[in-house]
């Protein structure tokens, strides 16, 4: 059976994943499905519309300096033909923005540029078995103001910190920008809708960031090389009832021997307003995450054929929630969909 053999081949995704892991170098997001392009690059061949989408994501705002990553993508389908549409998917065209910033007065500024191309294999002509694979290659900026850094240096033993004594580290320090590249492969199982059938779906994917490890060290006489950065996400998708689905997922990630490992679930109710031409169909959803030894994530959707809004809320777990009075992060999506067919199937 088509299922049994999905489960299998989910569980050994699974097991590849148990290895993976994340690293505090790169910027983090909590609503890892709305960020598709920064997840798996292979992720620009899923999406069978035009689609432009935003994040915005303040982190430890109550430590008075938070850190704000923001993202901005695009993606653009390629068919077979314009007769093919919805099938006849041969993959798409991705492009990302993003701004990473921190610092007491956002010293620290990383951005980053990324063309992404992937490639859809379907197994059936009916789509329902797809495996995707994606490149990614960009440039990425790191830029540090010392003007108003503090530095030992300056330390005068009479007086303190003394602001009129030149540092000499900071004739040290030069902006940096160097190329990025990244590759990641995705596998949807989407079986034709049956009535009383419990599964919707089933996904897997694993990508890899930094393939070249790129020297981003800021200093002239150091090499600082990115480490290699895996990503494995995967999840599966059930009828509980009339017009509503439940799933399980899960994000593990590896960077320089450090695990980040992410599972949560969500619940989404689908609704339909014929009478409506923006809100003929569409889904309310309602998610909760766990990053291990570090948050619980809270997260909200509300997707219709033509727009899609999601906010989240991440409450701290670790030993910083006694620094930040329990004041957590918060992150907010909203995305554009020029739809021309039917509505994408459910991957979470």
Same mark, same amino acid.
Not at 72 to 78: A, D, E
Not at 187 to 192: F, G, S
Not at 194 to 199: N, T
Not at 240 to 247: E, I, P
């Given at each position: ?7 299998? +081949?989910? *569980? ?12 505090a ?11 598709? @392009? ?6 620009a ?9 935003? %994040?915005?994501?303040?982190? *430890? ?10 993202q =901005? ?6 068919f ?15 492009? &990302? ?7 007491? %007065? ?9 063309a ?10 009916? +789509? ?5 694979? #994606?490149?990614? /290659?960009?440039m ?12 030992? &240096?300056?330390?005068d033993?009479?007086? /303190? ?6 540092? #000499? ?17 995705f596998? *949807?199982?989407?079986?034709?809708p ?6 919707v779906?089933?996904?897997?994917g ?6 070249? %490890?790129?020297n981003? &060290? $800021?200093l ?14 995967? /999840? $599966?998708? +059930? ?9 399980v997922?899960a @994000? ?12 949560g679930?969500y ?11 923006? =809100? ?18 809270l ?10 809004l ?12 006694? @620094? ?7 992150? $907010?999506? =909203?995305?554009?969909?020029?739809? &021309? ?8």
């Open positions: 059976m088509i299922y049994s053999k999905s489960i299998r +081949f989910l *569980w050994l995704f699974i097991c590849l994943g148990g290895i993976l892991s994340a690293n170098q790169d910027a983090v997001f909590s609503q890892f499905y709305n960020t598709t @392009l920064y997840l798996n690059p292979a992720m061949g899923i999406e069978s519309d035009l689609v432009i989408s935003a %994040n915005y994501r303040q982190q *430890w705002s109550a430590l008075g300096n938070p850190y704000t990553t923001n =901005f993508s695009v993606i653009l389908p390629y077979e033909s314009k007769h093919a549409k919805p099938f006849g998917h041969k993959g798409g065209l991705g492009l &990302s923005v993003y701004n990473d910033i921190a610092g007491e %007065n956002d010293n620290f500024k990383t951005l980053g540029l990324n992404n191309f992937a490639y859809n294999l379907p197994f059936d002509r009916n +789509f329902v078995n797809v495996v995707t694979f #994606g490149l990614q /290659g960009g990425v900026q790191k830029r540090i103001d010392a003007s108003t850094l503090q530095w030992g &240096s300056q330390y033993p009479y007086v /303190g910190f003394n602001q009129t004594i030149e540092p #000499g580290e900071v004739l040290d320090l030069q902006n940096k920008a160097f190329i990025d590249i990244g590759s990641g492969i596998w *949807w199982h989407n079986p034709i049956e009535q009383g059938k419990r599964l779906s089933i996904n897997s694993l990508s890899v960031a930094h393939m070249n %490890n790129p981003e &060290s $800021m002239d006489y150091e090499i600082n090389r990115l480490p290699l950065l895996y990503k494995y996400h995967g /999840g $599966m998708v +059930f009828n509980v009832g009339n017009n509503l689905t439940a799933s997922n @994000l593990i990630a590896f960077q320089n021997l450090t695990t980040q490992s992410n599972f679930s619940l989404t109710y689908r609704f339909f307003s014929p009478e409506s031409d923006l =809100f003929a169909e569409g889904s309310v959803r309602i998610g909760a995450w766990y990053r291990v030894q570090d948050a619980a994530i997260i909200t959707e509300f997707e219709t054929t033509k727009f899609k999601g906010f989240s809320y991440d409450w701290n777990t670790s030993s910083l929630r006694y @620094l930040n009075r329990g004041i957590g992060t918060y992150e $907010m999506f =909203f995305s554009l969909k020029f739809s &021309s067919h039917a509505p994408p199937k459910s991957r979470y």
